[in-house]
């Protein structure tokens, strides 16, 4: 019984995501741009998983994912590994500059104590719900074409 109803929670992504947003109003903006950091991070690397089985790459999934474990696409080695898989030029997307900016919000909250604004916050969560809302349907059209 406590299986099933694990099964039928929402995805940590989804979780992480929401959290974030409930600190918002509470107003621990800090945390929600963490919170949303680490939601993008943990479906990214879902999705990084996904493309190594999808493209049976299994064999050399552990090498793949040693060189690529930093979840952040704007390293080159995950980034270039996505678009490889992928044929998506991610960087061109039209949230990619607000995502760039959200990663370094993200690292001086974390790495240098910033404090941020609710605006910056609510920012955060919305390019972090539009990244993960791009990479579904990037994966979403590389399933249609492999159910083919």
């Known amino acids: 019984m406590t299986l099933l109803l694990l099964f039928n ?7 992480l995501l929401d959290s974030a947003r409930r600190f918002i109003e509470q107003k621990h903006y800090a945390v ?3 919170l949303a950091q680490t939601a993008c991070e943990v479906f990214t690397e879902q999705v990084r998983n996904q493309l190594i089985q999808t493209r049976q790459l299994s064999a050399i999934g552990d090498w793949i994912a040693e060189r690529t474990r930093r979840a952040d696409l704007r390293h080159d080695a995950l980034q270039g590994l996505y678009v490889a898989l992928t044929n998506d030029p991610i960087t061109q997307a039209p949230f990619w500059q607000e995502y760039a900016k959200h990663v370094g919000r993200r690292n001086n909250v974390v790495h240098k104590g910033f404090q941020v604004s609710r605006e910056e916050a609510e920012g955060s969560c919305e390019v972090v719900g539009a990244m993960i809302a791009h990479l579904k349907g990037v994966m979403a059209q590389i399933a249609g074409t492999e159910d083919r």
């Open 9 to 15: 929670q929402p995805p940590l992504h989804e979780d």
């Open 32 to 34: 929600a741009v963490v």
